[in-house]
C-alpha cells in the first residue's frame, strides 16, 4: 500500500496530521505493507525568514486580525498538539522560508531517510524555536537524522533538488490539493487535514480490503 502525504514543514496542522496519521498506522493490521511517500508543498512560497517578527503578528497582519486574536488561535493549536504528544513553543518560533528544508526532504528521500528528516524538521521549527531556513541549522538536522554532513553542505550550496520540490507542488496543482495535509492512499484514496486517527485507520482499512476486490 502507498500513501502520499504533502506537507509544509511550516504547517503546524500538518505536524498534528503526520502524528494522528501514525497513531492510525500503529493500529494497522498490515502497517509493515504500507510505504510512505513525503511530498513538498509550500503554504507560502514567497514567505520571507523574518528572525525579528513573531507568528502571533504574522497571523495577525496576514488576515487583517488582533494580535489577541492571533495569540488565541495559536493557543487553540497548541492545545490540539498537545492532545497527540507534541510540544508547540510559539512564543520563541521563527518565521522561516521552507524551500531550502524541503530540498533536504527530497534529498533524504534519496536515502530513505525522509520520514525522520520530516520530523526532526518539524521538531525543530515548532518545539525548539530553531530557524529552519538556516543552513547550519539544516546540517545539524541531516547529521540527526542520518544523512552525510559533507553530501548536504554541497547539495545547499547548490540549486539540486530543486526541481523536485517543484514537481511536487506542480502534482499537487494539478490534482487539485489546495491546502496540507493531504493524504492520498493508493493513488486515489484522498483525505484532507489532520484528520482523527479513527478516520485515517478506517481509510486504510478501506484501501487494503479495495485493494483485495
Known sequence: MKVDIWSDVRCPFCYIGKRKFEMALEQFEHKDKVEIEWHSFELDPNAETLLDKSPYDYLAERYGKSR????????????????????????????????????????????????????????????????????????????????????????L??????????????????IGISGVPFFVINHKLGIS????????LGALIKAEEEGKA
Open 68 to 155: 489577541e486574536w492571533s495569540v488565541g488561535t495559536h493557543q487553540q493549536v497548541a492545545n490540539s498538539a498537545a492532545e497527540v504528544g507534541l510540544t508547540f513553543n510559539f512564543d520563541h518560533a521563527i518565521m522561516a522560508n521552507s524551500f531550502d528544508a524541503h530540498r533536504l526532504i527530497q534529498m533524504a528521500k534519496t536515502k530513505g531517510l525522509s520520514d525522520q528528516v520530516e520530523e526532526n524538521l518539524f521538531k525543530a521549527h515548532f518545539t525548539d524555536g530553531k530557524n529552519i531556513a538556516d543552513h547550519q541549522v539544516l546540517i545539524e538536522i541531516a547529521k540527526e537524522s542520518g544523512l552525510d554532513v559533507l553530501e548536504t553542505e554541497v547539495m
Open 157 to 174: 550550496k547548490s540549486n539540486d533538488f530543486s526541481d523536485e520540490v517543484r514537481y511536487d507542488e506542480k502534482t499537487a496543482q494539478n
Open 193 to 200: 487535514g489532520a484528520q482523527s486517527p479513527d478516520t485515517f
